[in-house]
């Protein structure tokens, strides 16, 4: 008699839950999309990319520069007098240590830029993301790049990005 008690109390808990979990809704986001493909992840990505290319050429030219100074001195090495050579060299090792410095700060600017607009992105969607879950009661939403496997109809991208190219156009990067 205990086990038939037992059976029916775990087959009524089993079809509980089941009922449960299957009025919960499920939807997909493509945060890494989004933040691509969106007006202003594409702005920020445009200027980020500009950025990087006119920094490359101009410490590119600078690097030539140098290095042209650098043959130059070295083909000077015989006819310069030591204190002389010395001076000269000294003067340009700082100029690269000064060349080193200045490519840093403007690539490590570039990754600040880059993180903060990330950053700014991700703050905007998650409002829009949480009204569009009340609004449509949605249970949980998961990532793309952690399924393996689901109907293509549960996946939001394409209503957050259209919303989020409504709200924010521009991240506004200088």
Known sequence: MKHIVRFFVVTLLILNCTTAFAEQKIVILDIKYILNQSKAGK???????????????????????????????????????????????DVLRKKVIDYQSQKRSAFDLIATQRAQARENLLKKIDPILNTYISENDISLVIDKSYIVGGKGNNDITQIVIDILNKELPSLNLK
Do not use: H, M, P
Request: net charge positive; no cysteine; proline share 0%.
């Open 43 to 89: 702005g920020a990505q445009e200027f980020l990319k500009k950025s990087f290319e006119s920094n490359g050429k101009k410490f590119a030219k600078i690097e030539k520069n140098l290095k042209k100074e650098e043959t130059d001195l070295l083909s000077k090495k015989t006819i310069l007098s030591k204190d002389e050579y010395t001076k000269n060299s």
